[in-house]
């Protein structure tokens, strides 16, 4: 079985300082990691993605996660935040190698970026 | 959300109904996923298909029914076995390959029971 944790049901953080979500993951395997963020009533967008390689990876509209094997645990960063920023930000994880077609997704994060 | 629509974007239901929500998909992607979205539950598994005509149970696929007769279309119908069904619907898609590719979501279906 795989899954997902965001300890942090909603993070708070002032405009212009640097933001961190957290995520924590249980895979038997190699994972694969995901990034989505979400605006309200809307589908989910794709950020960003670990696949192997190197453990710190960029995305989309400056954000990065740095995987982190032995704490399994792949967190979301910016160096600064906007307020358009806010929005529900989900981690999920899959196992990699065939047959494997499930996306498991932690229950959310609630960022709001305070002006 | 582009590449993947779905409709409507509200539905309203009385008890006892059956409802049908649409998934249509232009992206040419072989897998497609329905997951149901609560407050503070996050995304949860209700079918997926890999291949036309093909389709298995996810987490939760008690009181809802698919269909995947095209690959474009997996259509998800919500049946009055349901207890709950009042909640936002996603559905989803991915390309060919392994799961190191991301899903492509639409814009969500949000079924409101009266």
């Known amino acids: 079985a795989q899954s997902v944790a965001q300890p942090e049901d909603q993070v708070n953080v002032a405009e212009g300082n640097p933001l961190t979500v957290k995520c924590t993951y249980s895979?038997?395997?190699?994972?694969?990691l995901f990034w989505y963020v979400q605006y309200p009533n809307r589908g989910l967008q794709f950020l960003l993605k670990y696949i192997t390689g190197d453990n710190l990876v960029k995305g989309s509209y400056g954000f990065e996660a740095e995987f982190n094997k032995s704490q399994t645990s792949f967190h979301l960063k910016k160096p600064s935040a906007l307020v358009s920023d806010s929005a529900l930000y989900f981690c999920a994880v899959s196992r990699s190698g065939a047959g494997s077609y499930q996306l498991t997704f932690g229950k959310g994060t609630k960022l709001s970026v305070i002006p | 959300d582009g590449g993947i629509t779905q409709s409507p974007k509200y539905l309203f239901r009385k008890e006892g109904q059956n409802v049908t929500l649409s998934c249509e998909q232009n992206l040419n992607h072989d897998a497609m996923y329905w997951y149901r979205q609560d407050p503070g539950q996050g995304l949860r598994l209700i079918y997926y298909?890999?291949?036309?005509?093909?389709?298995q149970k996810g987490d939760i696929a008690e009181g809802y029914s698919v269909s995947r007769e095209k690959k474009e279309s997996f259509p998800l119908t919500v049946t009055s076995a349901q207890k709950n069904p009042t909640a936002f619907y996603l559905c989803a898609s991915r390309p060919p390959g392994l799961a190191k590719n991301e899903q492509f979501f639409g814009p969500g279906t949000r079924l409101t029971v009266l």
């Open positions: 298909s890999q291949i036309v005509n093909d389709f």
């Open positions: 895979v038997s395997g190699n994972p694969y």
